[in-house]
């Protein structure tokens, strides 16, 4: 007889509401996760230069503008017609992995280690990074590193930490210094012991959260990223593979320019948010994953020796194809050491100091798509523009929006387990709330919201009247 | 050569030939006014309203680019009065178009923007406009954003006066102004517009920019255009 609402749900990238129906029973009939805010990104870029779409593109978002900058430069890239010069291509990858390290640090110490480290139902007051900082100051400062670590990284290539303006149509603005390389570089050793040291601390620990793995969104789905074609993880490179649940590739080495054969996109009345389906699946049976679970399931290997070790025991404990959106943590801090890694191994090449970073062209086309693996999946930009270089449509598709069909069935799953009816326990509640954060959806992406990041929750009676109500600010 | 008029600016005794502005002898004795429509080299037409200044015994404000010297004249160029109303100009300059500086080329190095940092513009009282204008970017070279002019018309004096090409003017009035090129064609399909790039080195904002720079990307900024100045005075 009710509907329990989670408003607005706590510890995400934006705002949000969760709406659990309930039947006569008080069980749980079915859940729904509401984006409710909308920005309109796709309508502003309407009548812009093109060569201005990498910095307005980025304005989307303050945690990820990088996966935006470098999503959009490549779309540019395309509208010149240009060949990228090599050193730009590597510069554009150590930016992007900078920038999943530091976004990667934000997801798992600031928005979930609470969770974790305190328990989930514990109380919501000190449920928070200050009170990780109390309880376990060295895993607090490990995150708040780790942040450092890319932020800085992405500051002494761009210029500043948020919104840097220096990946531009055909390369980046300015080669890199000497100087900021080799202080990126000393930095390196700090964070990978950091990496490590939350690695064996999570291993350590996965005995504990036995039944939140079970249950926070474990299902079978397919997964879509990019890889490498030598099967390496690819972040700002790679071509399109999707694999079902049991690792058959349905599509391998797809070209991200024709991602509108591979998936489609499906507005519900219930929220700003769009579902992305693999197409010939149709919807909502085509759901995917997208992100560091994705990823993890998709790659060959990673590429990176440590990280590569801890893949092996990962998939060792977890099997090759593991389904429960409770690993994205896990993928994610594995991610982290590869991340650190691989900046070390491009920075390394003495190449990577080279002056030639800029292919200078007119608009040589009047189409464009350009993709990248952000923080939480994969992200496509894709323009159209008129013979002068105005912009006069654009697409975006973020990976908040692939992961949706999925993020819903998870809200689902948990409600239907740990909500009985409409006096339903905070921490019940929270379980809820942190199956979302599993997958780190960035609201203000993929809806291209300004604010904090507030949550509703909303129990639904079977006759449609609201019961409860929870907002947590 | 001009008689030699003495004046006062701030309490300073100031020598001035007659034929100068008050802007001219206060600049010349480092007494900094601020200007946006005002270029060394070009006819000055006192359009932006920035350089404002207080003459004792005159009710009103008069703007020191286009006012010449006087004997005996007391000018003020700093008073509370002055600075609200350059704050008011600036602010409606910003509210009249559409001046994302986040997102604009001229970032950083724009005189707009340098206008509102001196003059402590830290929010706006009035509401925008937000016009619907519109980007020409047909001229190979260059790009028209309507969204950041200001009008100041530096770009039609320059290619008027220095360059001789008459391409740009304004055209409508009060907030229907908007810069044209060749009475209202496309800018690239000007039969007049020489592509010199004279109107995007004096524009004061990112309204005339070269093609294919992105954000923050300034053009380079000198000291002084050698082709405006006239030396004798520089």
């Known amino acids: ?473 | 050569m001009s008689e030699v008029r003495t004046l006062v600016i701030d309490g300073h005794d100031v020598a001035a030939t007659a034929d100068q502005t008050v802007l001219s002898a206060a600049r010349e004795n480092g007494i900094h006014i601020p200007t946006l429509c005002h270029l060394q080299g070009l006819s000055d037409i006192g359009a932006c309203r920035l350089c404002m200044v207080e003459l004792e015994g005159s009710p009103r404000l008069v703007a020191s680019c286009v006012t010449r010297v006087e004997e005996g004249m007391r000018v003020t160029t700093v008073s509370e009065r002055l600075n609200a109303y350059r704050r008011r100009v600036v602010e409606m300059f910003f509210l009249e178009r559409n001046h994302v500086c986040a997102v604009c080329v001229a970032n950083g190095s724009c005189e707009l923007q340098g206008a509102a940092r001196d003059l402590g513009l830290d929010h706006f009282e009035l509401a925008p406009l937000h016009p619907e204008v519109a980007v020409d970017a047909t001229h190979e070279r260059f790009v028209l954003d309507q969204n950041r002019c200001i009008l100041c018309s530096r770009c039609v004096r320059v290619c008027a006066e220095v360059e001789g090409a008459h391409t740009w003017d304004i055209q409508g009035r009060g907030a229907d102004a908007r810069l044209v090129s060749d009475l209202g064609t496309p800018w690239g399909s000007s039969t007049t517009c020489t592509s010199c790039g004279k109107c995007v080195q004096v524009c004061p904002t990112g309204a005339l920019f070269e093609k294919g720079r992105s954000v923050a990307e300034p053009k380079a900024r000198r000291p002084y255009l050698p082709y405006l100045v006239d030396h004798s005075r520089a």
């Open chain 1, 1 to 473: 007889m009710s509907e329990i609402s989670i408003e607005p749900v706590t510890r995400i990238e934006g705002h949000a509401r969760i709406t659990i129906f309930l039947d006569e029973k008080g069980e749980v009939r079915d859940a729904h996760f509401h984006v409710t805010q909308v920005r309109g990104f796709e309508r502003i870029a309407q009548g812009r230069p093109v060569h201005e779409m990498p910095a307005l593109m980025a304005r989307i978002c303050g945690i990820c503008p990088v996966s935006h900058l470098i999503a959009s430069a490549k779309a540019c890239d395309e509208v010149l017609g240009v060949a990228v010069p090599p050193v730009a291509v590597r510069l554009r990858r150590v930016m992007n992995l900078a920038q999943i390290v530091q976004s990667h640090a934000l997801s798992f110490f600031h928005l979930s280690s609470p969770d974790l480290l305190l328990g989930f139902a514990s109380p919501p007051q000190s449920r928070n990074l200050a009170g990780v900082l109390g309880r376990a100051p060295e895993l607090a400062r490990d995150g708040i590193a780790l942040r450092r670590f890319g932020q800085e990284i992405i500051e002494r290539l761009g210029g500043k930490r948020v919104h840097p303006a220096w990946v531009v149509p055909g390369g980046v603005s300015a080669p890199l210094q000497p100087e900021q390389r080799d202080a990126i570089l000393a930095a390196v050793p700090d964070a990978r012991a950091r990496a490590q040291r939350t690695l064996d601390w999570f291993k350590a620990n996965l005995a504990d959260w036995a039944e939140e793995a079970a249950r926070f969104g474990n299902f079978p789905s397919l997964y879509m990223g990019l890889v490498h074609p030598n099967g390496n993880a690819a972040y700002s490179d790679g071509d399109l593979r999707i694999i079902d649940a049991h690792g058959e590739r349905l599509v391998d080495r797809g070209d991200p320019r024709r991602y509108q054969d591979y998936f489609g996109e499906s507005v519900e009345p219930w929220s700003y948010l769009k579902s992305a389906y693999y197409k010939p699946l149709g919807y909502p049976d085509g759901l995917y994953r997208v992100g560091p679970l994705a990823r993890l399931n998709l790659v060959d290997q990673l590429g990176t020796e440590a990280a590569d070790q801890e893949l092996a025991e990962y998939r060792g404990r977890l099997g090759r194809y593991p389904s429960s959106s409770f690993h994205y943590h896990w993928a994610r801090l594995i991610e982290v050491l590869h991340g650190i890694d691989m900046v070390e191994e491009l920075l390394a090449d003495p190449e990577i100091l080279g002056t030639d970073v800029r292919a200078r062209a007119a608009v040589n086309r009047t189409e464009g798509v350009g993709v990248s693996e952000a923080p939480r999946g994969t992200l496509f930009h894709h323009y159209r523009v008129d013979s002068d270089g105005i912009v006069q449509w654009v697409n975006l598709v973020i990976a908040t929006g692939h992961n949706n069909l999925a993020m819903n069935k998870a809200v689902a799953q948990v409600a239907r387990h740990y909500v009985k009816g409409p006096d339903v326990e905070e921490g019940a509640l929270n379980r809820v709330e942190a199956v979302i954060r599993t997958y780190d959806p960035c609201l203000s992406c993929s809806t291209h919201a300004v604010g904090q990041m507030p949550m509703l929750v909303d129990l639904v009676g079977p006759d449609g009247s609201l019961v409860r109500s929870l907002r947590k600010d």
